[in-house]
């Protein structure tokens, strides 16, 4: 039979051939060849075409070769010794740092709010951080003055900005993620900042997402609660494309901190919108006089830094090192960390400390400024020229109030208001005087008061260190794991809304691996051994990644280098005061 099979092609193939047509089997790969090219020039047509599949397939080109070199990397088995992989490591995290940085930079939009959302929250290595967190927080690149200009007159639908505004400043004050403000001059003299959506960002979200939950979807480790933070972060981004909800979150906001009488060491403001000039695209606000809180730092840092003979950034990195020196080891580390960590452990550096330090200083620079001023008038220098130089003092923050007041207002927003700013990085507050000044609500979150009283729960079993009660609440606000471990899920726990990733808490249950660098994905990995997350709530990401900005500013302010912060002891008070005025007490926290 086969034969027959065989030899009739033969002769099919030989009777093609004297008619001058291709045989069977050439035409079906003539045609399987037209197809292939079609569809090729298809694709490539779709992609021109379709924004979105075009970032897409441009997303997976570059970032292969990142996750290429990764992978590459940790086959590697060549390495001398533990510190020799950990600078092969180190080398490795400052070239795809930039190159991601500039990945992220080309695609915009949420790719960029991604990026900041993992900034400073423990979920990159120290050198993505230092990378994405400088541009990203405070540098994206503006869109040109025209395009937004044409958007602002389309959204308010006038003919000339003039119509509206005295002044338009061309230069915009920042760029964020899907949009920049400009500083601007109502008609009747009102200052005002003006927020400005870029076109086409809403577009092209979705497509976006999907592309972010496929890579999630090719790792599986941590790829499920990766996942769960891109639908979080997603589900936030949402409500940003609509500028007159961001304009009615800052409004709830602002009116729900009138209600705090000034309970807080510092006083705090909130910008008021200017609601008839607010549309989706554009967002009109009150200007707040101020200056960034980061810019306070980099300048303090820069000037710590001159004086040690170092640069701002290895300075920087020399005081991290020496804080988890300290932190692992409180007798080693420098004589400066363990001096200040013994300080801290006896409550002797402190809000008031910072106080008289801060009026010694100035004192300090006043009299011999004043010496100066004799000097220069006795000695009549010629032309006026004067023979020393006055100084001015590097202004000291009271980085105790600034924290201790960013705490207790965000757990107002959380256990009182039910609706908060998920998002309160150092590039969105000001500071001004003896007041701050907190920017940006267009990542906010909202909490029944069900989910309020689950939350406060935990907050109390974990501040009052019942591991028993924490894993109970943890559970009971919705967290679980596929193999629902108690030491995986107290774990989490911990590090979520305790003091992060401190090395003291996850050595006592025992999950903190030898070589720990600092990153939680090493943390992870070696928790994904024991088990894997199951279900982490929505509301759970927000609140989590709000703990972790809190605990970041804390670090990038100095604080957690002289005290360890806990977000649990820090809103203890808070959520202790909402459990009681749901009349359930503080013993229904341990029940």
Same mark, same amino acid.
């Given at each position: 039979?086969?034969?027959?099979?065989?030899?009739?092609?033969?002769?099919?193939?030989?009777?093609?051939?004297?008619?001058?047509?291709?045989?069977?089997?050439?035409?079906?790969?003539?045609?399987?060849?037209?197809?292939?090219?079609?569809?090729?020039?298809?694709?490539?047509?779709?992609?021109?075409?379709?924004?979105?599949?075009?970032?897409?397939?441009?997303?997976?080109?570059?970032?292969?070769?990142?996750?290429?070199?990764?992978?590459?990397?940790?086959?590697?088995? &060549?390495?001398?010794?533990?510190?020799?992989?950990?600078?092969?490591?180190?080398?490795?995290?400052? !070239?795809?740092?930039?190159? *991601?940085?500039?990945?992220?930079?080309?695609?915009?939009? #949420?790719?960029?709010?991604?990026?900041?959302?993992?900034?400073?929250?423990?979920?990159?290595?120290?050198?993505?951080?230092?990378?994405?967190?400088?541009?990203?927080?405070?540098?994206?690149? =503006?869109?040109?003055?025209?395009?937004?200009?044409?958007?602002?007159?389309?959204?308010?639908?006038?003919?000339?900005?003039?119509?509206?505004?005295?002044?338009?400043?061309?230069?915009?004050?920042?760029?964020?993620?899907?949009?920049?403000?400009?500083?601007?001059?109502?008609?009747?003299?009102?200052?005002?900042?003006?927020?400005?959506?870029? =076109?086409?960002?809403?577009?092209?979200?979705?497509?976006?997402?999907?592309?972010?939950?496929?890579?999630?979807?090719?790792?599986?480790?941590? %790829? $499920?609660?990766?996942?769960?933070?891109?639908?979080?972060?997603?589900?936030?981004?949402?409500?940003?494309? &609509? #500028?007159? /909800?961001?304009?009615?979150?800052?409004?709830?906001?602002?009116?729900?901190?009138?209600?705090?009488?000034?309970?807080?060491?510092?006083?705090?403001?909130? =910008?008021?919108?200017?609601?008839?000039?607010?549309?989706?695209?554009?967002?009109?606000?009150?200007?707040?006089?101020?200056?960034?809180? /980061?810019?306070?730092? /980099?300048?303090?840092?820069?000037?710590?830094?001159?004086?040690?003979?170092?640069?701002?950034?290895? #300075?920087? !990195?020399?005081?991290?090192? $020496?804080?988890?020196?300290?932190?692992?080891?409180?007798?080693?580390?420098?004589?400066?960390?363990?001096? *200040?960590?013994?300080?801290?452990?006896?409550?002797?550096?402190?809000?008031?400390?910072?106080?008289?330090?801060?009026?010694?200083?100035?004192?300090?620079?006043?009299?011999?400024?004043?010496?100066?001023?004799?000097?220069?008038?006795?000695?009549?220098?010629?032309?006026?020229?004067?023979?020393?130089? #006055?100084?001015?003092?590097?202004?000291?923050?009271?980085?105790?109030?600034?924290?201790?007041?960013?705490?207790?207002?965000?757990?107002?927003?959380?256990?009182?208001?039910?609706?908060?700013?998920?998002?309160?990085?150092?590039?969105?507050?000001?500071?001004? %005087?003896?007041?701050?000044?907190?920017?940006?609500?267009?990542?906010?979150?909202?909490?029944?008061?069900?989910?309020?009283?689950?939350?406060?729960?935990?907050?109390?079993?974990?501040?009052?260190?019942? $591991?028993?009660?924490?894993?109970?609440?943890?559970?009971?606000?919705?967290?679980?794991?596929?193999?629902?471990?108690?030491?995986?899920?107290?774990?989490?726990?911990?590090?979520?809304?305790?003091?992060?990733?401190?090395?003291?808490?996850?050595?006592?249950?025992?999950?903190?691996?030898?070589?720990?660098?600092?990153?939680?994905?090493?943390? &992870?990995?070696?928790?994904?051994?024991? $088990?894997?997350?199951?279900?982490?709530?929505?509301?759970?990401?927000?609140?989590?990644?709000?703990?972790?900005?809190?605990?970041?500013?804390?670090?990038?302010?100095?604080?957690?280098?002289?005290?360890?912060?806990?977000?649990?002891?820090?809103?203890?008070?808070?959520?202790?005061?909402?459990?009681?005025?749901?009349?359930?007490?503080?013993?229904?926290?341990?029940?």
């Amino acid at each position: 039979m086969a034969a027959r099979v065989f030899f009739g092609q033969r002769r099919a193939a030989t009777a093609a051939a004297a008619a001058g047509r291709p045989s069977p089997p050439r035409l079906v790969l003539r045609w399987l060849g037209r197809l292939t090219v079609a569809a090729t020039v298809g694709a490539v047509g779709y992609c021109a075409y379709d924004e979105g599949v075009r970032r897409s397939v441009y997303c997976t080109y570059e970032f292969l070769p990142v996750a290429w070199a990764y992978y590459q990397f940790n086959r590697r088995t &060549d390495f001398a010794d533990e510190a020799a992989k950990a600078a092969a490591k180190a080398a490795l995290d400052r !070239e795809y740092a930039q190159v *991601t940085l500039g990945i992220l930079l080309r695609l915009k939009g #949420y790719y960029i709010k991604m990026g900041q959302t993992c900034v400073g929250a423990g979920l990159l290595p120290k050198e993505y951080d230092r990378v994405l967190g400088a541009t990203l927080l405070d540098s994206v690149p =503006p869109e040109p003055f025209e395009v937004v200009e044409a958007i602002v007159k389309a959204e308010l639908g006038v003919d000339a900005l003039d119509e509206v505004f005295e002044s338009f400043s061309e230069t915009p004050l920042g760029a964020a993620s899907i949009g920049q403000v400009h500083a601007a001059t109502l008609k009747d003299g009102r200052d005002v900042v003006v927020k400005v959506q870029y =076109p086409s960002v809403e577009k092209l979200f979705f497509v976006d997402v999907m592309t972010m939950k496929l890579f999630c979807a090719m790792y599986d480790d941590y %790829g $499920d609660m990766m996942s769960d933070l891109v639908d979080a972060v997603a589900k936030t981004f949402v409500d940003e494309f &609509d #500028y007159r /909800r961001e304009a009615a979150n800052m409004t709830a906001c602002r009116e729900n901190m009138k209600r705090s009488g000034g309970r807080y060491p510092m006083n705090v403001r909130i =910008p008021a919108a200017v609601e008839d000039l607010c549309t989706t695209k554009v967002l009109v606000m009150e200007k707040m006089p101020g200056v960034p809180i /980061r810019k306070h730092m /980099r300048d303090f840092l820069a000037g710590m830094a001159a004086k040690a003979g170092m640069s701002a950034d290895a #300075y920087m !990195e020399k005081l991290q090192d $020496d804080y988890m020196a300290a932190v692992k080891d409180p007798a080693g580390g420098s004589a400066l960390t363990s001096m *200040t960590h013994a300080l801290a452990q006896n409550n002797a550096v402190n809000a008031f400390f910072l106080d008289v330090f801060s009026w010694c200083v100035r004192a300090k620079h006043a009299v011999l400024n004043a010496l100066r001023y004799v000097g220069n008038r006795v000695l009549l220098c010629p032309e006026g020229a004067p023979a020393f130089e #006055y100084t001015r003092p590097t202004p000291v923050l009271n980085v105790f109030k600034i924290v201790e007041t960013l705490f207790a207002v965000h757990a107002q927003q959380v256990f009182e208001d039910g609706v908060f700013n998920s998002d309160p990085h150092a590039g969105n507050i000001l500071v001004d %005087g003896g007041d701050l000044v907190l920017l940006d609500y267009g990542a906010v979150g909202r909490m029944t008061e069900a989910e309020r009283r689950d939350f406060a729960e935990l907050i109390v079993a974990i501040a009052d260190g019942d $591991d028993t009660a924490t894993v109970r609440a943890y559970r009971g606000c919705g967290g679980s794991s596929k193999h629902n471990h108690e030491g995986f899920l107290l774990a989490y726990a911990l590090m979520c809304f305790h003091r992060g990733f401190y090395a003291p808490d996850l050595t006592r249950l025992n999950v903190l691996p030898p070589d720990w660098d600092g990153n939680w994905l090493t943390i &992870d990995e070696h928790l994904n051994k024991v $088990d894997k997350i199951g279900h982490f709530p929505g509301y759970f990401i927000m609140i989590q990644r709000l703990g972790q900005v809190l605990l970041g500013l804390g670090a990038e302010v100095g604080v957690s280098a002289l005290r360890p912060l806990s977000l649990a002891e820090m809103w203890r008070g808070p959520a202790e005061a909402f459990l009681s005025r749901c009349g359930e007490g503080v013993e229904a926290a341990a029940c």
